[in-house]
């Protein structure tokens, strides 16, 4: 269900993700009562925390600050982006939003709570909060890092007696799963996970006028800011140019000033190496003659004369250079308005499921249809315009975590449609013949995309994919508005419509078909006419085998144990003639269906198709149940044979009709003891 929170917030409450549940205070408390240094169970000092992919390739010791130093620090003069220095690792995307945190006091307070050290209560275990799917955690760590000769091997400070950073880096990559996970990313990934903001990017070459002051807005309203410079190739990756830059390497933008430069104004933008040295040696770097040609009070204010992997560019230079930036607003602030804004903030949750809820891009028509739908309100235009203002992330969920088992980021996208008022969910018709009002630039795989559109008030549509078909993940959709807007997901409706059967005609009156069915059926009851379960398989086998447009492998006895019990009326056991003619009408309600969505003439039905095959049959399910059926029936290419969509059909009306009978004031709710519970569950 959505969840709203007004105002951009995110929800207060921290929650441990310790396995046994206890807190940071707790467990440091346990180990200063046991004059013991804390142990992390759940991320333990070995190879499989630091590789998932490979063996550790060098010798690694586990070592406490207190093991490589005499007197550590956790935090020494002021958290600051000096003290973080790229190891052997490649997450200086992760690095870059680390230095871009430290200009952000109140956020790195949250994240890095600084009311921990190596003196006072000590007990070797540290703690950092992270936001992760709209939600903050406490991750706890002990205070065992990577280390070799003494020296550590991932992120470090400049200082070698303070540890901040580089149990931060330890922390995350717990949450991750290991240090392995950490490689390569986008640093608004990591942004995000700081702050619970949304981001933004921007492609410098197609940018708009004012990127520059887009650019100092959000640095000035508290925004973290990231730049990168595309490769062509892997063999260019952490490529030097002459000029000191390091392609396809993630860099914090660390500041934004205009200065007085031979009687003009001069825009520069402030870059930080994450390796905290290799600089830009172009024009206004740290040694240039540029900065000779300006007042001195305002070189001093702003420039720092130091190898330290921070420098300033002419924001003309930055744009030739720099492919891509990231902004991750605190808050969904306009950053083109110079008025702060007020957002509501919705967020859902879904599932893309293979056979069932992963359709797909538009490209794939025949099961787009099928994915997660959202109905989107926009009632009220904002208060300076005849138009709602909307941003829309996207976010797959847990896919770093799930990298050690051979999965990565999926290439994502969505589109919104303008939205029939009546519809519970919509079908491939729909989408056939509807252009979508608004989409994603492009399908990306990246952890979340993010797009800002201008709507007018109306009902939208909005579908989430994956760009291929069949490929599963999770999600999480964040929609912010400026006026209210109601979300809801569609398909939700579960529900049977299944009329009492006609009354049967006297045998006078029986038709031709009715007196052949009478012979069948004598003729397979025998003296006690009624049909067991065993005979009414024979015959069922018989009849369905020579159809020879459908795909058969034979009615198992238990789905003929389940036609009776839906069938048997006086509750013999077995059907009589009246009960056996109903299933027969039935029966060919179900075959013409079957047979009407095997679209493709395969004696098969597409998974995909069971949705509107049971709706059509009066049966409406929501996605999660859909998902279920389709999991239990559906084979590895994602069809249904007629066996599989029999027993379905009958097992469903069953539970409908055994829930309908317990439920008899219609409200939905039944209530039973456990042996009413098993008595019906065992006889669908």
């Known amino acids: 269900m959505p969840t709203s929170v007004s105002g951009g917030g995110q929800p207060k409450k921290v929650i441990s993700c310790q396995s046994n549940g206890k807190t940071f205070e707790e467990l440091r408390q346990e180990c200063l009562q046991k004059n013991v240094l804390f142990e992390d169970p759940d991320f333990p000092a070995h190879d499989s925390s630091l590789f998932y992919s490979e063996s550790v390739p060098i010798d690694f010791k586990w070592k406490r600050p207190g093991e490589i130093c005499p007197d550590p620090k956790f935090i020494l003069g002021g958290a600051s982006r000096t003290d973080i220095c790229q190891g052997q690792l490649g997450d200086c995307w992760l690095l870059a939003a680390i230095a871009s945190l430290t200009l952000h006091e109140e956020s790195l307070t949250r994240v890095v ?87 933004e990017m921007y492609e410098t070459k197609s940018a708009p006028d004012n990127l520059f002051q887009i650019l100092k807005k959000a640095s000035d309203r508290g925004s973290m800011l990231g730049c990168s410079i595309d490769i062509t190739s892997s063999a260019e990756s952490e490529a030097r140019t002459t000029t000191g830059l390091v392609k396809g390497h993630a860099y914090s933008i660390t500041g934004l000033e205009e200065v007085n430069y ?52 002419e924001f003309e230079d930055f744009k030739a250079n720099y492919d891509k930036i990231e902004i991750c607003n605190l808050t969904p602030d306009s950053l083109t308005d110079s008025t702060a804004r007020k957002w509501e903030v919705s967020m859902l949750e879904g599932s893309w499921i293979r056979g069932s809820t992963a359709g797909g891009c538009r490209n794939f028509i025949d099961t787009f249809w099928t994915n997660p739908q959202f109905k989107l309100k926009l009632e009220d235009a904002d208060d300076d315009d005849d138009q709602c203002s909307v941003i829309v992330a996207l976010m797959q969920k847990n896919r770093r975590k799930l990298r050690c088992e051979g999965l990565d980021l999926e290439a994502i996208g969505f589109a919104i449609y303008q939205a029939p008022n009546d519809e519970d969910h919509l079908d491939k018709d729909f989408f056939r013949y509807n252009g979508s009002q608004a989409r994603s630039r492009t399908y990306i795989n990246m952890r979340e995309i993010s797009e800002r559109f201008e709507l007018p008030p109306g009902n939208y549509l909005l579908v989430p994919t994956t760009f291929q078909p069949h490929h599963e993940a999770d999600f999480m959709l964040r929609i912010f508005s400026e006026t209210k807007a109601d979300t809801q997901e569609m398909g939700n409706t579960i529900d049977a419509d299944l009329p009492d059967p006609p009354a049967p005609n006297p045998p006078e009156q029986e038709t031709n078909e ?58 013999s056991g077995m059907l009589d003639f009246q009960e056996f003619k109903v299933l027969w009408d039935k029966l060919k309600k179900w075959i013409m269906l079957f047979l009407s969505y095997d679209t493709d003439k395969s004696g098969r039905m597409s998974s995909y198709e069971l949705r509107l095959a049971l709706k059509a049959a009066g049966i409406q399910l929501n996605n999660k149940l859909l998902q279920l059926v389709c999991l239990r029936f559906a084979d590895s290419n994602y069809n249904i044979d007629f066996d599989d969509y029999l027993t379905c059909i009958v097992r469903l009306e069953n539970m409908f009709r055994v829930f309908q009978a317990v439920d008899q004031a219609k409200t939905g709710v039944a209530t039973m003891d456990f042996q009413q519970f098993l008595f019906w569950t065992m006889n669908v």
């Open 514 to 571: 009715e007196k052949g069915l009478r012979r069948l059926f004598e003729q397979i009851a025998g003296s006690d006419q009624a049909i067991s379960a065993r005979e009414l398989q024979q015959v069922l086998n018989g009849v369905l085998m020579r159809r020879k447009e459908i795909k058969f492998d034979g009615v198992s006895l238990n789905t003929c144990h389940s036609i009776i019990n839906l069938m048997d009326v006086d509750n």
């Open 113 to 199: 709570p600084h009311d921990q050290s190596f003196k006072d209560r000590y007990a070797g275990i540290f703690h950092f909060q992270f936001w992760q799917h709209n939600q903050w955690l406490d991750v706890v760590v002990d205070d065992r890092l990577p280390a070799v000769r003494n020296r550590l091997v991932f992120v470090h400070s400049a200082d070698n007696d303070e540890f901040w950073s580089a149990l931060l880096e330890k922390a995350y990559a717990k949450l991750h799963g290991s240090y392995e996970a950490l490689k390569g990313g986008s640093t608004l990934e990591a942004m995000e996970d700081f702050t619970g903001g949304v981001g």
């Open 262 to 313: 031979r009687g003009k104004k001069i825009k520069l933008i402030r870059v930080r190496n994450p390796w905290g040295q290799v600089e830009w040696n172009g024009p206004w770097s740290d040694d240039s003659k540029e900065w000779s040609m300006i007042d001195s009070a305002e070189k001093n204010r702003i420039l720092r004369q130091s190898d330290d992997g921070e420098f300033w560019m």
